[in-house]
């Protein structure tokens, strides 16, 4: 303790008098007492007097007087330099984009809407009368209801600049676009369809390769439709083969009624004068016409359009034909190609389909990884699998028929002789030789000319009388005119009609008309070659190969005019296959090479390998020998090496 | 269709705007035919305001931006006028105090009637309470919108818009 009271020191400063002050006792902070321990503090005292002397100056009663104030009025007022300061308001720079003006055309006449399809009917707003309005169910259960997912249209990869980003980013989605307000569309299409016209509206390259039936030729001229009333196009070219010129001006009418289009048809002066027309915004032409009218033109003066459409681009697959270099040369600024088979025997003719494009450059080879990557990009393709989930199904089903004695007997000897007639020829044996075989007995399995029997009429008649009974239709295929002709006359109590190459353009379409609207019609024979693509024939629930194509995807075409959008029930297909000939043969060969490409490749695509049947695989149908010193020797083509 | 036709077709503006944390507010202004279609669009760079503006105009300082700066600037910038500025958010309604075109904001469907209110497309509008003719004249035009008109959708276009021009840049700082 006494350590600490000897360390207490004394706070001293100096007053204002010059006298030391003590203001206490203060303690150094290193010394400061342990909790509970007392500290005595001692304290000094120190006298503060001081003495002074008081002299005798004069001034003590001076002091005393009360001083002598005279107030005076002074100017309180002050000037004070204060400074203001207001907000600056920020400097804002502007972008601006403004949209072409949108074209608008006369609507035609009012019509009925096709029965085939569901109209569109849009929500129903609620009437203002009817406020105050209860709760609506939705309400009540306290959840929104989900919303139909809009399609918006998305900038394509390659637009570069930010005014084409934004001119699609800022269009409405297309079901506001087309259901019901500025732009009437008469039926509402799919989600896929949505999603397919907006893919194309906003490409300048694109390859619309859905599976057939999906509605390539709605969403084309939907697209068409869109760019040509947004101010995007002003002259359109459509291409398309020589059949189809009827489907293509029907759907016009049907998706785009007040779009003016016209064909081009007539002498070649008409056709110039019709690509050089003004005010027309869609033109439709087929390729044999397209290509003779491009070479009458000087070179360099063919109009330009804005956008060229082809459809069934396989056409151009050749990429060195007349056809192909006509529709590179088209003068255009978007180049968009429609097809259910992209690939129909080998991966190069997509290249063909890329070069008209312009995707890659002329006469380029890209590789497999490249056409691939250059798929995602360009190519929109979907499968009835992938978007049709609720589609009526396709029932599949072989008739394997046993030849009548008389065609078995016309069957084999002709097999018989053609054979010893090839195997004569030795090594001078071509395919067309042996596909001439092919043919005959094919020919046979259809119907003997000479006794007149055919075990497939004896199975479609009865197959009909019940189609027939039942108000159904039915299309039938096969690859001849002339067993088509043949089986006019035998189906005439079903109502047939006919439909092939031999049917002049014009009266084609009165025929489909008839066959869909005339109760008494239940049968419609075509060829592969006319009827297989491009046709609407949902409202058929049979459809019969009477013979078979070489290539499975043509005969799906062919199938796939009635199995499509639109179908309201199964579509029941029916392969008549003759047991123990050429029908047999070639059918296990085609299916072989479909499984192997499906457990390949998946379902739905060939990138690889051609469904047709190849000269090695035309030879294997027969075993041919020829003779080899003692023995004999196969001859034909070898096979090509497992991949 | 005519020119004068054109001219007395309605049409809708919609001013919306982005936030971008880095750089600041982009507004935007989407003038549509009155099917949604679009006919003119303007947006403005980014605007950032500083720590002054942040402090003095405190919770005002949203309102001020959008309404007074981007909202009137756009307004004065776009060539084909809109006769209906919609927005998003009633606190922007103050922008019809700074230019001469109705300003109105959505609102929930009034439970009996409401004079205020008025119906356009599948949506309800509330109009400033100053300018109390506003509505009158919209209600003119406003049968030109079909019933089914969703007038929200426009937004989501502008949002989509005004995000691209924040990737790209172009969309430096004002």
Redo the contacts between chains.
């Keep these: 303790m006494d350590d600490v009271t000897e360390r207490v020191d004394r706070l001293v400063t100096r007053s204002v008098t010059g006298d030391d002050v003590v203001r206490g006792p203060h303690f150094t902070s290193d010394v400061l007492p342990v909790t509970g321990d007392e500290i005595t503090v001692d304290c000094e005292s120190t006298n503060l007097s001081v003495s002074t002397d008081v002299y005798a100056a004069g001034l003590n009663s001076a002091l005393q007087r009360w001083s002598k104030a005279e107030p005076q009025s002074v100017s309180l007022h002050v000037v004070v330099n204060a400074s203001g300061w207001k ?1 600056p ?11 072409p ?2 074209v ?1 055309f006369l609507p035609s006449a009012e019509k009925k809407p096709d029965e085939d399809l569901r109209p569109i009917v ?2 129903k ?1 609620e009437p ?1 009368s009817a ?3 209860g709760p609506t169910e939705a309400e009540l259960l306290g959840v929104e209801m989900p919303k139909k997912p ?1 399609t ?1 249209i998305k900038p394509p990869k390659d637009s570069l600049s ?1 005014e084409d ?2 001119f699609y ?5 297309l079901q ?2 087309l ?4 732009l009437i569309i008469p039926f509402e299409p799919f989600p896929y369809q949505y999603e397919g016209i907006g893919w194309l509206f906003s490409r300048s390259s694109a390859l619309l390769a859905d599976e057939m039936g999906l509605g390539k030729t709605m969403q084309t001229i939907t697209a068409i439709r869109l760019l040509v009333r ?1 101010g995007q196009a002003r002259r359109v070219l459509l291409v398309c083969p020589k059949p189809l010129l009827p489907n293509w001006q029907r759907e016009f009418r049907t998706w785009a009624e007040e779009l003016p289009f016209v064909v081009v048809e007539g002498d070649t002066d008409r056709r110039k004068l019709t690509y050089t027309m003004p005010g027309v915004p869609v033109l439709i032409a087929n390729y044999e016409s397209l290509v003779r009218d491009f070479a009458a033109f000087e070179e360099g003066t063919f109009p330009k359009f804005d956008l060229v459409v082809l459809d069934e681009a396989q056409r151009i697959k050749n990429r060195t034909s007349r056809t192909a270099e006509t529709m590179r040369a088209l003068p255009r600024r978007r180049s968009w190609a429609l097809t259910g088979t992209p690939i129909e025997n080998r991966p190069e003719e997509l290249g063909a389909l890329y070069e008209f494009i312009e995707v890659v450059p002329p006469n380029a080879t890209p590789d497999l990884k490249q056409l691939q990557t250059l798929a995602k990009e360009f190519i929109l393709r979907r499968t009835k699998d992938l978007v049709m989930k609720d589609m009526p199904p396709r029932l599949d089903r072989d008739e394997i028929l046993e030849l009548s004695p008389g065609q078995r007997y016309a069957y084999d000897q002709a097999e018989k002789e053609g054979i010893v007639h090839l195997n004569e020829l030795g090594d001078q044996i071509s395919v067309q030789h042996v596909f001439e075989l092919v043919l005959r007995l094919k020919q046979i399995t259809n119907w003997d000319p000479l006794t007149n029997e055919s075990t497939k009429l004896d199975r479609l008649d009865a197959d009909m009388e019940e189609i027939a009974a039942s108000g159904g239709k039915a299309i039938l295929f096969s690859q001849w005119t002339k067993t088509i002709d043949w089986l006019a006359s035998r189906m005439e109590p079903y109502g047939a009609l006919v439909y092939h190459g031999g049917v002049p353009t014009k009266q084609r379409e009165p025929i489909l008309d008839q066959f869909k609207h005339d109760p008494d019609k239940h049968i419609l024979l075509m060829s592969y070659g006319t009827g297989a693509v491009g046709l609407n024939l949902q409202f058929a629930g049979y459809v019969f190969l009477y013979d078979r194509w070489w290539n499975p995807a043509i005969e799906d075409q062919a199938i796939n005019r009635a199995h499509r959008i639109g179908c309201k029930s199964q579509v029941i297909v029916t392969r008549f296959i003759c047991k123990d000939t050429i029908e047999e043969r070639i059918d296990r060969v085609l299916r072989e090479k479909r499984e192997l490409f499906a457990t390949i490749l998946g379902e739905g695509d060939n990138l690889n390998r051609s469904l047709s049947l190849n000269a090695s695989e035309i030879f294997g149908l027969f075993e041919l020998k020829a003779r080899h010193g003692k023995g004999t020797r196969t001859i034909g083509p070898k096979p090509p090496e497992a991949a | 269709m005519s020119g004068k036709d054109a001219q007395d077709q309605f049409r809708l503006g919609f001013l919306a705007a982005v936030e971008d944390t880095e750089r600041g507010v982009v507004g935007g202004l989407l003038v549509t035919n009155r099917f949604g279609r679009p006919l003119e669009f303007q947006c403005t760079t980014p605007v950032k305001p500083n720590r002054t503006q942040q402090i003095l105009y405190g919770p005002t300082l949203r309102p001020y931006l959008l309404a007074e700066v981007i909202g009137r600037t756009l307004l004065d910038k776009v060539s084909v006028k809109p006769h209906l500025v919609l927005i998003e958010a009633d606190e922007l309604l103050d922008l019809r105090t700074h230019v001469d075109i109705p300003v109105a904001s959505f609102v929930a469907k009034p439970a009996r009637d409401d004079e205020t209110i008025l119906r356009v497309g599948q949506q309800w509008l509330a109009f400033h309470l100053e300018f109390a003719a506003d509505r009158a004249a919209v209600q003119k035009r406003a049968g030109q919108v079909p019933d089914t008109a969703d007038l929200k959708e426009p937004f989501e276009r502008i949002r989509e818009a005004l995000t691209e021009t924040l990737k790209g840049p172009a969309a430096r700082s004002a």
């Design positions: 907000p308001k920020p400097k804002v720079l502007t972008f601006g984009l403004t949209f003006e949108a608008t849009p929500p707003p203002e406020i105050p309005a809009l918006r930010l980003r934004l980013l800022l269009q409405p989605p506001t676009w259901a019901g307000q500025e947004g």
